[in-house]
């Protein structure tokens, strides 16, 4: 049987040494079941050493090999190459949108991507929180509360599905705010106001609209969009949303 190949039209820029990046184009040999971070590791061991990518587990746990392919996020790793539909045409491999790029398909993942620039991504206990500064249990109901939260891999793929209007309004991104919805959810937690009233601020959840290409990007299943609904919903619940509107009619 005559071998499969595939063209490949992949993103390559180094921010030191060129003004915008070029689309260069390579062709690789089909193997069974494989993925596009296959492709790309062959590409760079067998002819092009200096593409830039970035993986770790290859199993879709780690969250560290995010591309944009035909315009989609995925993770590279978790796309086999015999799902895309491309007519013959190249697939066109990309770095994740939204974020500043370090080189080649490889996005900067700042740590503060996911902390509203100066928050603290971690559980803050209180002395009215239970159990704090100790193990403690939890019913399932303040488990299931959580929801998929809890298994954010940080890829940072919903964040590169925000587009048109929510890309310019100086939106945070979803994924800084399923980190803190997690973390406001939590019953150990002792900050849950204080987190609120930071996501009601300039860029939060309510500058931009949920969208559901959101959640078909999250490669998890966590459903971003909804999380930011729950995140408003809390908001009001608790007055915090109608002082922050007060707020800023007084200043009009
Ligand atoms: S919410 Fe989903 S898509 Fe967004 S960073 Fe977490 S795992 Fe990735
Ligand atoms: S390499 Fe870890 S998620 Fe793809």
Redesign the pocket.
């Known amino acids: 049987m005559a071998e499969q190949r595939l063209g490949l039209q992949i993103s390559r820029y180094d921010p030191e040494t060129h003004d915008r990046p070029e689309a260069r184009n390579y062709e690789v040999a089909v193997g069974e079941s494989m993925t596009v971070?296959d492709a790309l590791v062959s590409i760079q061991q067998e002819q092009d050493s200096s593409l830039a990518i970035r993986?770790?587990?290859?199993?879709?746990?780690?969250?560290?090999?995010?591309v944009q392919v035909n315009g989609v996020p995925v993770?590279?790793?978790?796309t086999r190459v015999s799902s895309l539909d491309c007519n013959g045409s190249p697939v066109e491999i990309a770095p994740l949108q939204n974020h500043p790029v370090i080189r080649d398909l490889v996005a900067d993942f700042d740590p503060t991507f996911l902390t509203l620039g100066a928050g603290e991504p971690w559980i803050q206990p209180d002395a009215e929180s239970p159990g704090s500064g100790m193990d403690s249990d939890m019913t399932q109901e303040e488990v299931d509360r959580l929801g998929r939260s809890q298994a954010c891999?940080s890829?940072g793929l919903c964040d590169a599905a925000v587009t048109g209007a929510n890309a310019s309004a100086g939106f945070i991104g979803p994924a800084a705010l399923v980190r803190e919805f997690r973390l406001a959810a939590d019953v150990r937690d002792g900050s849950d106001r204080d987190r609120l009233e930071k996501i009601n601020d300039s860029g939060g959840i309510w500058d931009c609209d949920p969208d559901e290409s959101w959640d078909d990007a999250c490669?998890v299943g966590i459903d971003p969009a909804n999380k930011i609904e729950l995140l408003r919903e809390a908001s009001i619940a608790n007055k915090i949303a109608g002082r922050k509107r007060v707020e800023s009619e007084a200043a009009v």
Not at 60 to 66: D, E, K, P, Y
Not at 75 to 78: E, K, P
């Open positions: 971070l993986y770790s587990c290859r199993g879709g746990f780690c969250g560290a090999c995010g993770l590279a790793c978790r891999i890829c490669p």
